[in-house]
């Protein structure tokens, strides 16, 4: 991991307190790092900066911005033109208000960035981080970045720390225009009572450690495979993983839509189909207790039937014996 270095010193200032803070950029990419090459040999691809219809190239230091005016119309500003323009270059990060920390829609968010104290005490930023965290409010801020003001919101993520995350302007964010937004979409009680089942069966807690960048990870399986001449992904495992996760993904939604089932079973809610079930177990487990019953009696029949002709038999025997003497 690359070490932090700070951005951006100033102070952080809301009302006549002033606290000293080193900025740092708080995201870094992960993106495996490439060039443009020849494709036949690998010769590597370079740029030149020419003057458009020729092969001359042109000095950095000569090159400057061509802005278009309102009607159509280039002007050309240099550095020395853009840095007249008058925006604030003192190093603070001003407070402006502090609201509710649900007002600000996550859209609006844009790059953020670590506030470390830099002076000796870091008493105020402490300070400062507690009353954020209590009051549960978003700080909004103004401040010059590379000569360019700035919205940003500030506030407290574990353990403790202020983060500046930029803010987008209003006219930066597009306003959604799609054409269903005027259709009269009739959804049923019962079908946003399954979607609402099944958001409930898959709730759980954020762990951002949970996820992986799945394609990145297959990127280096692929570069270090093509550097050794082998193969990272063979055909036929790729075909045996989709069937599989295919399969897996019909289990999920089965065992998802019996969920829902059953919960709306518990609630009360079930429908005559989902009632018939149970009546046909319960008709189960009472047939072989009608058969056991049937059982014993003829068991107790037999036997007494058996009882019966024995002492018929007895007593005939006895007769004859009487007769004979």
Known sequence: MVPMRSIWKGDLSFGLVNVPVKVYSATESHDRKSYQVDSSDGARIRYRRVREGTDTEVDYSDIANAYETDSGESVILTKDDLASLPVQKSPEISIVEFVPVDQVDPIYFDKPYY??????????????AKALQETDRLAIASFTLRNRTRMAALRVIEPGVMTLQTLLW??????????????????????????????DSMATDYDPDEFSDTYQDELSKLIEAKAEGGEAFPESDEKEESADEDSDVADLLAALRASVKDKGDASGGSSDAADKPPAKKAAAKKAPAKKAAAKKTAGKKATADKATAEKSTAAKKTTRKRAAS
């Open 115 to 128: 506030l470390e104290p830099s002076s000796k005490s870091p008493k105020a930023y402490v300070l400062l």
């Open 170 to 199: 209003p006219d930066e964010v597009r306003k959604p225009d799609f054409d269903f937004l005027g259709d009269d979409v009739q959804i049923r009680d019962q079908e946003l009572k399954m979607a609402s089942s099944l958001i």
